[in-house]
Each structure stands twice: as structure tokens, then as C-alpha cells.
């Protein structure tokens, strides 16, 4: 199960937490293929960025509750 974040006393859902980390990571990976051209590959771009969040999100909502992180 994932918990909320407690910062000062404010708690962040932790699908909140995980949404801004797939986030910017979707930028990470967008930087890389505007860097190396690959971005020339898709006609639709933003479908592409949409497509890329989706994927690193639910790796992440996959993944990181048997981590141990989100328990």
C-alpha cells in the first residue's frame, strides 16, 4: 500500500509523490531524444510525452511499494 508523505506536518498522497517523480523523469527521457534526434521519429509529440509519463508511472507504482519506500 502506498502512504502519504508527511513534510512539516502536511501530508502528500504518495501517488502525488509518485506522479511529479514520473514527471520528472518524463522529462529526463524527453531531453534525451530531443538530444539525440529520435524526437524526429514520432509525428505526434505530445502523444509521445503522454504515452512516456504513462509507462514510467505505473513502473513506479509497479516497483517502488517492494522497495520498501511507500510502506
Same mark, same amino acid.
Given at each position: 500500500?502506498? &502512504?502519504? =508523505? ?8 504518495? @501517488? =502525488?509523490? #509518485? $506522479? !511529479?517523480?514520473?514527471?520528472? *523523469? &518524463? ?7 530531443? !538530444? &539525440?534526434?529520435?524526437? +524526429? /521519429? %514520432? $509525428?505526434? +509529440?505530445?502523444? !509521445?510525452? /503522454? *504515452? !512516456? ?5 505505473? @513502473?513506479? #507504482?509497479?516497483? #517502488?511499494?517492494? &522497495?520498501?519506500? %511507500?510502506?
Amino acid at each position: 500500500m502506498i &502512504t502519504d =508523505l508527511a513534510l512539516g506536518g502536511v501530508f502528500i498522497p504518495g @501517488l =502525488l509523490v #509518485l $506522479a !511529479v517523480l514520473a514527471l520528472v *523523469a &518524463t522529462l529526463l527521457v524527453i531531453r534525451v531524444l530531443v !538530444v &539525440t534526434g529520435l524526437s +524526429r /521519429l %514520432f $509525428a505526434g +509529440r505530445p502523444l !509521445v510525452e /503522454l *504515452a !512516456v509519463f504513462a509507462i514510467i508511472y505505473g @513502473l513506479l #507504482l509497479q516497483h #517502488l511499494p517492494s &522497495t520498501g519506500l %511507500f510502506q
